[in-house]
């Protein structure tokens, strides 16, 4: 076998190499079966959602909303396109980002899993500068600590974003693969949100909710959406071994 290239001479080099591209896994019909309803059981649930987005932006986007929001504002030149621009974008990576979970299209049609990435991750890039933008200049309904909350949630949009290309152009696949799951759960973060919230509603009749965003649920509804979420899989990534190419058997 080759010596690795990053290996040092006299130095016994065990260290698996993260840059090569992990080998497909053989997985049971019965797994197969169970990825692709769990993704189109999540693509169905988050359609409502993904449908209003992407209509409300384009209406944000092409006429006077007004009358119907708070959100848009007359004569307002970039904090109107910033955040309906934010809308449409999200509705966008929240319809393909379950996409890019299904193995079957990864390791059969690379190139569409490559391209579907570039899409989510350079809308996740759009949607975060336009919900940054509208924080910067507008401000959000529930005050400093939303926008603190809601700034937090878009710098991490856009290092998830940043960092899964990043590390797929530099072939290193476990890093990758690890950014990439970071990037799909905050992909799907404005859905969360709302989900919680009819979860919420539909088991307390709305108890520790407030105008104005300031009840104990709405404040705590802040960070919820994504950072249990985070900090969930970064305990996910290290109980789980570290995934590497498997050499090929001799024969």
């Known amino acids: 076998m080759p010596e690795n290239r990053f290996s040092m001479p006299g130095v016994r080099n065990d260290a698996p190499d993260l840059r090569e591209p992990v080998l497909p896994v053989r997985r ?33 986007l092409l006429s006077n909303l007004s009358a119907r929001t708070h959100l848009y504002r007359p004569g307002a030149l970039v904090s109107n396109p910033a955040i309906f621009s934010h809308m449409l974008a999200g509705a966008v990576i929240t319809l393909l980002a379950p996409l890019q979970l ?14 579907i990435g570039y899409i989510v991750c350079v809308c996740a890039v759009l949607s975060a500068v336009g919900g940054l933008a509208y924080i910067g200049l507008r401000q959000t309904i529930g005050g400093p600590l939303m926008d603190f909350a809601f700034a937090g949630y878009g710098l991490c949009v856009l290092a998830a974003a940043v960092q899964t290309v990043r590390f797929a152009r530099a072939r290193n696949f476990e890093r990758h693969r690890r ?18 919230y009819q979860i919420w509603y539909l088991a307390t009749g709305g108890l520790w909710m407030a105008p104005g965003f300031t009840g104990p649920f709405d404040l705590f509804q802040l960070f919820a959406f994504y950072v249990p979420y985070l900090i969930g899989l970064e305990i996910y990534f290290r109980l789980r071994p570290v995934r590497t190419a498997q050499p090929a058997a001799a024969g």
Do not use: C, D, N
């Open 28 to 60: 049971s019909k019965k797994q197969t079966i169970l990825q692709m309803f769990a993704v189109g059981l999540l693509a169905s649930l988050a359609l409502p959602f993904v449908f209003h987005a992407f209509g409300f932006g384009i209406e944000g």
């Open 102 to 115: 299904l193995p079957q299209i990864r390791e059969r049609i690379p190139r569409f899993h490559r391209w």
């Open 179 to 196: 950014w990439a799951l970071r990037m799909f759960v905050l992909a799907i973060g404005s859905w969360l949100y709302r989900l919680h």
